[in-house]
Protein backbone atom coordinates (compact mmCIF):
# COMPACT_ATOMS: atom_id res chain seq x y z
CA UNK A 1 0.00 0.00 0.00
CA UNK A 2 1.20 3.56 -0.64
CA UNK A 3 1.73 6.15 1.81
CA UNK A 4 -1.54 7.86 2.19
CA UNK A 5 -2.27 11.70 3.73
CA UNK A 6 0.38 13.98 5.02
CA UNK A 7 2.81 11.20 4.50
CA UNK A 8 2.11 11.73 0.53
CA UNK A 9 3.36 15.21 0.75
CA UNK A 10 6.51 13.70 2.32
CA UNK A 11 6.84 11.85 -0.64
CA UNK A 12 6.80 14.77 -3.19
CA UNK A 13 8.52 16.71 -1.30
CA UNK A 14 11.64 14.16 -1.23
CA UNK A 15 11.00 14.29 -5.19
CA UNK A 16 11.26 17.92 -5.11
CA UNK A 17 14.18 18.52 -3.11
CA UNK A 18 16.38 15.61 -5.21
CA UNK A 19 15.25 17.45 -8.17
CA UNK A 20 16.86 20.34 -6.99
CA UNK A 21 20.10 17.99 -6.26
CA UNK A 22 20.09 17.12 -9.52
CA UNK A 23 19.62 20.60 -11.20
CA UNK A 24 22.81 21.70 -8.43
CA UNK A 25 24.61 18.31 -10.07
CA UNK A 26 24.29 19.92 -13.99
CA UNK A 27 25.47 23.73 -12.72
CA UNK A 28 28.20 22.51 -10.69
CA UNK A 29 29.05 20.13 -13.25
CA UNK A 30 29.17 23.41 -15.63
CA UNK A 31 30.82 25.61 -13.59
CA UNK A 32 33.69 22.62 -13.48
CA UNK A 33 33.27 22.58 -17.89
CA UNK A 34 33.42 26.61 -17.61
CA UNK A 35 37.00 26.85 -15.34
CA UNK A 36 38.10 23.80 -18.34
CA UNK A 37 37.49 25.63 -21.20
CA UNK A 38 37.28 29.38 -20.32
CA UNK A 39 39.93 32.12 -19.08
CA UNK A 40 38.80 34.73 -16.50
CA UNK A 41 39.87 37.07 -14.42
CA UNK A 42 39.82 34.48 -11.39
CA UNK A 43 41.97 32.43 -13.83
CA UNK A 44 44.49 34.92 -13.31
CA UNK A 45 44.55 35.10 -9.35
CA UNK A 46 45.46 31.02 -9.56
CA UNK A 47 48.47 31.67 -12.38
CA UNK A 48 50.07 34.49 -10.23
CA UNK A 49 49.94 31.50 -7.24
CA UNK A 50 50.74 28.47 -9.49
CA UNK A 51 52.42 29.24 -12.75
CA UNK A 52 51.38 25.49 -14.18
CA UNK A 53 47.86 26.95 -13.62
CA UNK A 54 47.12 22.98 -11.81
CA UNK A 55 45.17 24.46 -9.46
CA UNK A 56 42.59 26.09 -11.70
CA UNK A 57 42.57 23.08 -13.62
CA UNK A 58 42.44 20.56 -10.87
CA UNK A 59 39.34 23.18 -9.34
CA UNK A 60 37.64 22.32 -12.61
CA UNK A 61 37.95 18.70 -12.70
CA UNK A 62 36.88 18.67 -8.73
CA UNK A 63 33.64 20.46 -10.14
CA UNK A 64 32.85 18.10 -12.93
CA UNK A 65 33.57 14.91 -10.70
CA UNK A 66 31.46 16.51 -7.68
CA UNK A 67 28.47 17.72 -10.18
CA UNK A 68 28.02 14.38 -11.58
CA UNK A 69 28.01 12.50 -7.82
CA UNK A 70 25.21 14.92 -6.98
CA UNK A 71 23.32 14.62 -10.37
CA UNK A 72 23.27 10.73 -9.62
CA UNK A 73 22.08 11.36 -6.13
CA UNK A 74 19.38 13.03 -6.67
CA UNK A 75 18.50 11.15 -10.12
CA UNK A 76 18.41 7.86 -7.82
CA UNK A 77 16.45 10.08 -4.64
CA UNK A 78 14.18 11.30 -7.17
CA UNK A 79 13.44 7.55 -8.64
CA UNK A 80 13.52 5.57 -5.13
CA UNK A 81 10.21 8.45 -4.08
CA UNK A 82 8.90 8.08 -7.15
CA UNK A 83 8.45 4.42 -7.27
CA UNK A 84 8.55 3.77 -3.07
CA UNK A 85 11.24 1.63 -3.60
CA UNK A 86 12.73 0.92 -0.02
CA UNK A 87 16.62 0.04 -1.69
CA UNK A 88 16.89 2.86 -3.73
CA UNK A 89 15.75 5.46 -0.97
CA UNK A 90 18.06 3.42 1.70
CA UNK A 91 20.96 3.38 -1.31
CA UNK A 92 20.41 7.38 -1.60
CA UNK A 93 20.00 7.94 1.96
CA UNK A 94 23.52 5.99 2.63
CA UNK A 95 25.72 7.42 -0.07
CA UNK A 96 24.04 11.12 0.91
CA UNK A 97 25.34 10.89 4.44
CA UNK A 98 28.35 9.71 3.38
CA UNK A 99 28.90 12.85 1.06
CA UNK A 100 28.19 14.74 4.15
CA UNK A 101 30.38 12.97 6.16
CA UNK A 102 33.35 13.75 3.99
CA UNK A 103 32.06 17.36 3.48
CA UNK A 104 32.62 17.67 6.86
CA UNK A 105 35.82 15.84 7.11
CA UNK A 106 36.84 18.63 4.51
CA UNK A 107 35.77 21.56 5.98
CA UNK A 108 37.59 20.72 9.12
CA UNK A 109 41.06 20.09 7.20
CA UNK A 110 40.57 23.12 5.12
CA UNK A 111 40.11 25.37 8.72
CA UNK A 112 43.13 23.40 9.77
CA UNK A 113 45.56 23.62 7.41
CA UNK A 114 44.37 27.37 6.40
CA UNK A 115 48.03 28.62 7.82
CA UNK A 116 50.07 26.27 5.81
CA UNK A 117 47.55 27.02 2.61
CA UNK A 118 48.84 30.90 2.95
CA UNK A 119 52.74 30.13 3.18
CA UNK A 120 51.81 27.75 -0.18
CA UNK A 121 50.35 31.40 -1.49
CA UNK A 122 53.18 33.40 -0.51
CA UNK A 123 55.56 30.96 -1.76
CA UNK A 124 53.76 29.81 -4.86
CA UNK A 125 53.42 34.24 -6.04
CA UNK A 126 57.76 34.45 -4.88
CA UNK A 127 58.19 32.13 -7.52
CA UNK A 128 55.88 33.34 -9.98
CA UNK A 129 57.01 36.74 -9.86
CA UNK A 130 60.58 35.91 -10.37
CA UNK A 131 59.45 34.42 -13.75
CA UNK A 132 56.92 36.99 -14.69
CA UNK A 133 60.20 40.01 -14.59
CA UNK A 134 62.43 37.67 -16.54
CA UNK A 135 60.18 36.69 -19.68
CA UNK A 136 56.95 37.61 -21.23
CA UNK A 137 53.74 34.98 -21.45
CA UNK A 138 50.87 33.84 -19.74
CA UNK A 139 52.52 34.50 -16.15
CA UNK A 140 53.49 38.00 -16.93
CA UNK A 141 50.20 39.04 -18.28
CA UNK A 142 48.41 37.36 -15.20
CA UNK A 143 50.73 39.88 -13.09
CA UNK A 144 50.09 42.86 -14.72
CA UNK A 145 46.49 42.05 -14.67
CA UNK A 146 46.32 41.47 -10.83
CA UNK A 147 48.59 44.45 -10.24
CA UNK A 148 46.15 46.73 -12.26
CA UNK A 149 42.75 45.15 -11.10
CA UNK A 150 43.87 45.73 -7.36
CA UNK A 151 46.00 48.60 -7.62
CA UNK A 152 48.93 46.50 -5.38
CA UNK A 153 52.84 46.01 -6.56
CA UNK A 154 54.92 43.55 -5.82
CA UNK A 155 54.70 40.49 -3.56
CA UNK A 156 55.28 43.27 -0.48
CA UNK A 157 55.39 46.51 -2.15
CA UNK A 158 56.91 48.18 -5.19
CA UNK A 159 60.53 47.55 -4.07
CA UNK A 160 60.32 44.37 -4.85
CA UNK A 161 61.19 45.09 -8.44
CA UNK A 162 64.04 47.48 -7.25
CA UNK A 163 65.67 44.23 -5.53
CA UNK A 164 66.02 42.69 -8.77
CA UNK A 165 67.85 45.72 -10.37
CA UNK A 166 67.42 47.30 -14.24
CA UNK A 167 65.91 44.27 -15.66
CA UNK A 168 62.93 44.73 -13.48
CA UNK A 169 62.17 47.82 -12.74
CA UNK A 170 62.11 48.33 -16.89
CA UNK A 171 58.90 45.35 -16.48
CA UNK A 172 56.91 46.81 -13.84
CA UNK A 173 53.69 48.55 -14.38
CA UNK A 174 54.23 52.71 -14.67
CA UNK A 175 52.28 53.25 -11.20
CA UNK A 176 54.98 51.12 -9.39
CA UNK A 177 57.47 53.47 -9.94
CA UNK A 178 59.60 55.61 -7.70
CA UNK A 179 57.84 58.95 -7.90
CA UNK A 180 54.53 57.76 -6.95
CA UNK A 181 53.34 56.96 -3.37
CA UNK A 182 54.66 53.14 -2.20
CA UNK A 183 51.74 50.99 -3.00
CA UNK A 184 50.61 47.75 -0.96
CA UNK A 185 51.94 44.38 -2.15
CA UNK A 186 49.78 42.06 -4.20
CA UNK A 187 50.17 39.22 -1.49
CA UNK A 188 47.39 40.23 0.84
CA UNK A 189 45.42 41.43 -1.39
CA UNK A 190 45.49 38.39 -3.61
CA UNK A 191 44.86 35.99 -0.44
CA UNK A 192 41.67 38.35 0.29
CA UNK A 193 40.09 37.92 -2.98
CA UNK A 194 40.51 34.58 -3.17
CA UNK A 195 39.28 33.87 0.61
CA UNK A 196 36.15 36.00 -0.66
CA UNK A 197 35.61 34.00 -3.66
CA UNK A 198 36.04 30.82 -2.16
CA UNK A 199 33.54 31.85 0.69
CA UNK A 200 30.97 31.94 -1.59
CA UNK A 201 31.82 28.39 -2.60
CA UNK A 202 31.96 27.90 1.25
CA UNK A 203 27.90 29.07 1.75
CA UNK A 204 27.43 27.19 -1.33
CA UNK A 205 28.54 24.05 0.51
CA UNK A 206 26.85 25.04 3.69
CA UNK A 207 23.28 24.93 1.83
CA UNK A 208 24.07 21.96 0.06
CA UNK A 209 24.90 20.68 3.50
CA UNK A 210 21.65 21.74 5.00
CA UNK A 211 19.78 20.01 1.60
CA UNK A 212 21.33 16.80 2.24
CA UNK A 213 20.30 16.64 5.44
CA UNK A 214 16.64 17.21 4.72
CA UNK A 215 17.11 15.35 2.30
CA UNK A 216 18.41 12.28 4.39
CA UNK A 217 15.46 12.67 7.13
CA UNK A 218 13.14 12.79 4.35
CA UNK A 219 13.94 9.50 2.66
CA UNK A 220 14.07 7.90 6.53
CA UNK A 221 10.58 8.83 7.19
CA UNK A 222 9.37 7.78 3.86
CA UNK A 223 11.12 4.35 4.52
CA UNK A 224 9.06 4.40 7.44
CA UNK A 225 5.88 5.13 5.71
CA UNK A 226 6.38 2.72 3.39
CA UNK A 227 7.63 -0.51 5.74
CA UNK A 228 3.81 0.86 7.61
CA UNK A 229 1.64 0.21 4.46
CA UNK A 230 3.13 -3.26 3.71
CA UNK A 231 2.60 -4.23 7.27
CA UNK A 232 -0.68 -3.01 7.04
CA UNK A 233 -1.31 -4.88 3.86
CA UNK A 234 -0.27 -8.13 4.92
CA UNK A 235 -2.31 -7.74 8.36
Same mark, same amino acid.
Not at 45 to 55: G, H, L, P, Q, R
Not at 94 to 116: K, N, P, Q, W
Given at each position: ?82 ? +?????? #??? $? ?6 ? =?? %??? @? ?85 ? +?????? #??? $? ?6 ? =?? %??? @? ?20
Amino acid at each position: MGVEGCHRVIKYLMVFFNFLFVVLGITVMGVGIYAKIKSDDFNYYFVVIDETNSTWENFGVLCIIVGVIVMLLGGSGCYGAAK +ESQMCL #GFF $ATLVFIVF =IL %EIV @AGGMGYHYRDSLESTIKKGMEKTFNTSIQTNGTVHDAWSHVQGELKCCGINNNTDYFRYGGVAEARMPFFCGKDWPELSGCYNKVKN +ELEGKW #GVW $AGAAIGIA =IV %ELI @AIVFALLLIREIRRGDSYTVV
